[in-house]
């Protein structure tokens, strides 16, 4: 039980005036810590403090607490969870950092909510009433401290008004016996601490023995990946010296059995293949939630001390989660819902992930996880999931393998990840965690796949998915409120999730539609339907003369023209390095340019192809009205001016063997000069 004094203070300051005379009349018979924990009544007991401990970058297994034999020892978190509950199933929902603490923030599916590219070159903004978990909590009575990233993907901060948002915010400084909530991230272990020299390897040993590791089967084993993971667990114990320091700080200041501590990761990672992407170990981190003594009666009526949960939690759970235990109603924008606290909903029975732009890098996956099953759906299933992402690359341990790669020395499961993706995947994680088989093709699980697809289907659906609309359109139309522009073209984005899923049907079912929205559909459903084309490949050869007359009409727009360039290269039909450079260097709008120039990055990393692009100068010299807009511009010229460095640099030679193989000896002879920009079309979504 927590100091009296305090105890009393906070109890006069929360109760009405009946209610502190007759606790002044019961204090000749028991001290005023005696009051029963349990009262229920909210508006009689102070609500609790929170914290979360937000660290960067890991993901379960990298624990002891998750993984016995390979995991760092880390007394702090251990002790925690023996305090408190451990999470198995837990979820940033997005593998990277703006997108998840988007998620987190907001409770809302980015994919909804307009936030999800990382580092959005286009912020989303709201005037419905959607605020941040931070913004309720404080309108709540709540101290609200972030210490102190930032990094969201929308614009409008005034939905996140915090108490106090630098380096130096601590709940400290709150009036006296004001509930907080405090958050605190921790960089110790975020993949820019992995961005080392390989002379490392020599010059600074790890505590941990790399021959000792567990490496990812994806993974070569080589010395450079086994001391890049031994350097990882060293700074998971770094990491956990830092928890206890702030555990230690709430114990000294009294505080410490007042407050739920959240510990979690604020995505996966981060050695190689995981974080910035939707599989398991980019998603999936670690969560303990110490539950405090004096407040353990918010939780359950029994012990929940040193206990294990198989339930699914996510971030679109975590605001939901604050708010039950703080006595408060979620909102009705919230996705998910609380996981912790009485009388709780049902549990949740899916988990949803979703993976679109890092920075130069477009891709579009989304996820279901049911059971022990994982549904996923590449929507770009041509461009590899190690497709070229300069930050990425920086890592010496990305360069060693996509070298090996280039250079034929590594197995199926290894190369895997530098070939184009399957459009779907079922993996069962209880027997292959780490996604190696795919089991879409297996008849035992058909009904599965049927089902899981459905599932997903009706999910991108029923959110209005604005991950189908081109960032670059996003750009053009002018809204004031992202859930709303997603319900204003929730009929439009279906018929986008129907064209790209018609790369699922055999394509002689496939067929008719996909003539029928190349033809007379609309600019987006021409689009998707492009892509599903250029998955077909061969395939759908006998559209070509369809698709030739598509580039030459006057009111086809760019984006469109450079899937249907996509699509004549992989059939062998145009070489499409004079047409693309030509789409990219006349595109009035830099988003634009550099979605093309993402389509010809897949076509360099799969095929070979160079190409040497000049930046128009209009491109970075745009107005800037605003800090937040000089920063988003930074990035996007960041973005751009990498993606062109790039594709300027030769691939493999076996790539460019496949790439003449592929290029037919009667290519099209149609000059691509004839192939009009046409970026100055007014776009209608």
Not at 86 to 100: G, R
Not at 118 to 145: C, E, N, P, W
Not at 361 to 386: A, I, Q
Request: aromatic share 10%; proline share 5%.
């Amino acid at each position: 039980m927590w100091n009296i004094n305090m105890s009393c203070s906070r109890y006069i300051k929360s109760a009405n005036y009946q209610s502190f005379i007759l606790m002044i009349a019961l204090l000749s018979l028991v001290s005023c810590s005696a009051v029963p924990a349990q009262v229920n009544s909210t508006d009689k007991v102070l609500k609790p403090n929170f914290v979360w401990i937000i660290s960067e970058d890991n993901s379960p297994q990298y624990l002891r607490l998750y993984n016995p034999e390979f995991g760092a020892v880390m007394p702090n978190v251990e002790q925690m969870a023996k305090q408190g509950i451990t999470y198995d199933n837990a979820y940033s929902n997005a593998p990277v950092c703006s997108t998840a603490r988007s998620t987190l923030a907001l409770g809302v599916y980015p994919a909804q909510a307009g936030t999800m590219h990382h580092r959005a070159f286009v912020k989303a903004k709201y005037k419905s009433g959607l605020k941040s978990i931070y913004q309720l909590m404080k309108d709540a009575g709540y101290y609200v401290t972030n210490n102190a990233k930032t990094d969201f993907n929308f614009s409008n901060f005034d939905s996140i008004d915090f108490s106090a948002s630098s380096p130096s915010a601590s709940w400290k400084n709150r009036k006296n016996n004001q509930a907080f909530f405090h958050i605190k991230t921790l960089n110790t272990t975020h993949e820019s601490k992995l961005m080392f020299p390989a002379s490392d390897m020599v010059n600074k040993p790890t505590q941990h023995d790399p021959s000792k590791v567990k490496l990812a089967l994806f993974h070569p084993d080589t010395e450079l990946f086994r001391y890049m993971h031994a350097r990882y667990l060293d700074l998971h114990q770094k990491l956990d010296e830092q928890i206890g320091e702030i555990l230690t700080e709430l114990e000294e200041a009294g505080e410490l059995e007042n407050t739920f501590v959240f510990y979690f990761g604020d995505h996966g990672g981060v050695l190689p293949g995981s974080k910035s992407f939707a599989n398991e170990s980019g998603i999936k981190i670690p969560l303990v939630v110490r539950i405090p003594e004096n407040y353990q009666h918010l939780v359950t009526n029994s012990t929940v001390k040193n206990s294990r949960s198989d339930d699914f939690v996510s971030f679109v759970d975590m605001a939901p989660t604050l708010l039950h235990l703080s006595g408060l109603r979620k909102s009705n924008l919230h996705s998910g819902q609380a996981f912790l606290g009485r009388d709780l909903a049902a549990k949740n029975k899916y988990v949803f992930a979703y993976a679109d732009r890092f920075g130069e890098r477009y891709d579009l996956v989304r996820t279901l996880r049911v059971g022990d099953l994982k549904y996923v759906r590449n929507y770009l299933p041509m461009n590899p999931l190690g497709l070229e992402q300069n930050y990425r690359y920086k890592n010496v341990a990305y360069q060693q393998w996509r070298n090996l790669y280039k250079s034929g020395q590594l197995n199926g499961i290894q190369s895997a990840f530098f070939q184009p993706k399957d459009t779907e995947a079922l993996y069962d994680l209880s027997n292959d965690p780490e996604e190696l088989h795919n089991l879409a093709k297996e008849p035992q699980y058909q009904k599965d796949l049927r089902n899981l697809r459905q599932q997903l289907q009706q999910q991108v659906k029923s959110i209005a998915d604005l991950g189908f609309v081109s960032e670059a359109h996003l750009e053009r139309y002018e809204y004031l409120d992202s859930l709303q522009l997603g319900n204003d073209l929730h009929t439009k984005i279906n018929k986008m999730i129907e064209a790209a899923d018609l790369m699922l049907l055999p394509f002689d079912q496939a067929r008719s539609q996909l003539m029928k929205n190349i033809t007379i559909g609309s600019e987006n459903e021409q689009y998707w339907s492009l892509v599903a084309l250029s998955y077909f490949a061969e395939q759908a050869n006998e559209l070509t003369p369809q698709i030739k007359l598509l580039l030459k009409q006057p009111n086809t727009s760019d984006l469109v023209k450079a899937r249907a360039i996509e699509f004549m290269t992989r059939t062998g039909q145009m070489d499409p390095v004079s047409a693309l450079t030509s789409l990219i260097e006349n595109s009035q709008q830099q988003l634009e340019a550099l979605e093309i120039m993402n389509i010809a990055a897949s076509l360099h990393d799969t095929l070979g192809y160079e190409f040497d692009i000049s930046a128009r100068p209009e491109w970075s010299s745009l107005p800037i009205k605003s800090a937040v807009d000089y920063t988003t511009k930074s990035y996007q010229n960041g973005s751009v001016k990498a993606r062109i460095e790039y594709l300027k640099t030769p691939w493999s030679s076996d790539l460019v063997k496949l790439k003449n193989k592929n290029i037919n000896k009667n290519p099209v002879q149609d000059p691509i000069d004839v192939i009009p920009s046409n970026s100055q079309v007014e776009v209608s979504l």
